[in-house]
């Protein structure tokens, strides 16, 4: 019925990497990052960013993260098995696999990307609505 081809870049093209796991390489242990990351090859450790700069985590088509990220924005296009502790921004593009839970400012899912775990809002306004009961809700609503 509709004809729609994904569409998504390889590597998000207005950000300078600092920091480059490239195609065929492989790094192993927890490291503390500074500075954009792009992991093009495979990974396994746990990675924790500066969270005081808005650094971005980005795993490429075919990279491959094997342990937690704790980081402000992310972009998951390969493959994660870990947690994701994204503060601002996440997003998951279409060829995207992540296996574990994920707590997140924003978040933005593609279409047939593959996420297995627990999603959890890291922001206030979420967990308020949520506290609110029902009946102060629609009375909220019909004062409007």
Known sequence: MFNVQAKHPATPTNLVFNNIIGAGSFIQGDQIIKGHLLI??????????????????????????????????????????GNLRVENRLEIYPSAIVNG??????????????????????????????????SESVAKLKAV
């Open 101 to 134: 839970d994920i707590d997140y400012g924003q978040i933005f899912i593609h279409a047939d990307a593959r996420v297995n775990g627990q999603l959890h809002c890291l922001l206030d306004d979420a967990e308020s609505l949520q506290a609110t009961p029902k």
């Open 40 to 81: 093009s090859g495979e990974c396994i450790g746990n990675l924790k960013f500066d969270l005081a700069t808005e650094d971005t985590a980005v795993v490429d088509l075919n990279g491959v993260m094997r342990g937690d990220i704790t980081c402000k924005n992310a972009i998951v296009i390969g493959r994660v098995e």
